[in-house]
């Protein structure tokens, strides 16, 4: 059946107007639960859309949207749930997946002319956001840090949260991606990365941490005896031996990470089962807001991780890259853990500082006040001794 499917012109003429692999296996998927739905062909289901366009406007059945909005509803009530590895955990999707599933079935549709809007009360419900990502801060961080078992798991963390990079692209890096940068001692860490999903080549940066992390890592696999080529993946799976390095994989990392934020009390365990709001992802989002929060231009912060910015990508690699390189090590402090210790004591210490002052401010004040109150009363005292003074004589004379 599955070969059967991907061998159909149908699909294979859709399938290769789309580029990006990752959106291709989502579709695909949709496709396949909709041929499960509808218990059709891909042919059988253009056919029937195109018969139904010829006919007249008043006697059409608007069979491929009673279908969509059927599809729909079965997506969440009894669609199959598989968790990350492919095997089934209940029924039902959630409304964002169906949604997406929706869609991906109108653009199967739209490759063969044949448009479905789906508005008014046709108009499929927006989806709903479950669980959203949090917004970690470098103290949050440490937290997770903290509950980490291997150096790996650390400098695979912080290479995250301090260079924004997707969990793709950090599963994809290679030794030598550092290699010259830990030489140098080059402080920010510069690096050179290919975002395949959006196939954008562009620079991004790694703090202090990031760095001694990586260098704890490849002290512990030297002492397994695994001395990394360039060419080999930078972060190894566990178990991984020095004749063929084996990288880890983005599911791993994501087991890691929901592992990681259960045991810091960042999210319930009850969370089991659902999307967990300190995935990869969030250290990436988290980098983003970060350095949005401390005035970072948002082409740059695009840049910086890995998105399209047109004419710009160019630029911001050669001229203007010492001054990212600058603005990193600016914003570097709220990225880093050790860093972001001593600036949260800084501004503890400004502050207590700030009241200390204050105290002082206002005992000045309150000093200045009875300096004068007393100097009145030492006026209002000589004014009273000359009055005592002139009566003594007044009663003398008298």
Request: proline letters at 4%; aromatic letters at 6%; charged letters at 30%.
């Amino acid at each position: 059946m599955k070969e059967e499917f991907e061998k159909d012109p149908y699909v294979v003429k859709w399938l290769n107007s789309i580029t990006r692999e990752g959106t291709k296996r989502v579709y695909e998927n949709a496709l396949e639960l909709y041929l499960r739905y509808t218990g059709m062909t891909p042919t059988a289901l253009v056919d029937e859309a195109l018969e139904d366009l010829k006919r007249d406007v008043r006697e059409r059945k608007d069979v491929v949207k009673q279908r969509l909005i059927g599809f729909y509803n079965w997506l969440q009530t009894e669609a199959p749930k598989r968790n990350t590895r492919g095997r089934e955990v209940g029924k039902g999707l959630s409304s964002k997946i169906s949604n997406t599933y929706v869609n991906a079935i109108r653009s199967f549709y739209s490759t063969f002319d044949i448009t479905v809007r789906l508005r008014g009360r046709s108009k499929l419900p927006k989806p709903k956001v479950e669980n959203r990502r949090l917004r970690l801060t470098n103290l949050d961080v440490k937290k997770l840090l903290d509950h980490c078992s291997s150096p790996r798991d650390r400098a695979i963390i912080l290479t995250m949260f301090q260079s924004g990079m997707d969990v793709s692209t950090l599963c994809s890096l290679k030794y030598g991606d550092v290699a010259l940068g830990l030489e140098k001692n080059e402080h920010p860490l510069t690096l050179h990365l290919y975002r395949k999903k959006s196939g954008t080549e562009y620079v991004t940066f790694l703090g202090k941490d990031g760095v001694e992390a990586i260098r704890a890592y490849l002290n512990t696999l030297r002492a397994r005896g695994i001395e990394l080529k360039y060419e080999d993946p930078l972060f190894l799976k566990e178990g991984a031996k020095a004749r063929k390095p084996e990288p880890i994989a983005p599911f791993l990392i994501q087991k890691l990470m929901r592992e990681l934020a259960a045991k810091t009390g960042l999210v319930s365990e009850k969370n089991n089962g659902k999307q967990n709001p300190v995935s990869p992802h969030a250290l990436r989002e988290s980098f983003s807001s970060i350095l949005a929060s401390h005035g970072v231009p948002s082409s740059v912060i695009d840049f910086l991780i890995g998105h399209e910015v047109g004419e710009l990508n160019e630029a911001y690699q050669t001229v203007q890259l010492e001054d990212l390189k600058k603005i990193y090590g600016e914003v570097e402090p709220y990225l880093s853990v050790s860093m972001g210790e001593d600036l949260t004591k800084l501004k503890e210490i400004e502050e207590r500082e700030r009241e200390v002052q204050r105290i002082i401010n206002g005992l000045v004040s309150e000093n200045m006040i009875l300096k004068q109150e007393i100097q009145e009363h030492k006026k209002a005292l000589e004014e009273l001794k000359g009055a005592v003074v002139e009566l003594r004589n007044l009663l003398s004379g008298g």
